[in-house]
């Protein structure tokens, strides 16, 4: 489920040095490319599906596919916010569930 960058929502978040999505990625994986301006995510195989660059894009340009399994009825995704970190909890459609918790790069030593 790594994220879709829609080109034509992506501002680069308007010259900053370091886009929002860079920034919150716990794995470093998403770059502005100097050529074009945009955002773009350096290795899909490597994303952790966290969504935190989905949450801190204020553009609105960056989506995540969900998977079959949190298409239907009675399957949840919900974030919980800490200070310097997001937990997900997903249950999918058979009740089973499954924690993730991911540590903001911001708020590393």
């Not at 919150?24 to 955002?39: E, S």
Request: include cysteine; proline fraction near 7%; hydrophobic fraction near 30%.
């Amino acid at each position: 489920m790594p994220p879709k960058i829609d080109t034509h929502k992506c501002n680069g978040c308007n010259g900053r040095e370091e886009t929002h999505c860079e920034e919150i990625c716990p794995g470093d994986l998403m770059a502005l490319n100097p050529a074009t301006g945009k955002a773009y995510l350096r290795a899909a195989r490597d994303c952790w599906d966290c969504m935190s660059c989905i949450k801190a894009c204020p553009a609105g340009a960056l989506e995540i596919k969900m998977p079959y399994q949190l298409g239907y009825f009675k399957a949840t995704l919900r974030p919980i916010m800490g200070s310097n970190f997001i937990i997900w909890k997903c249950r999918d459609i058979n009740g089973q569930e499954q924690t993730y918790r991911y540590v903001n790069r911001l708020d590393k030593p």
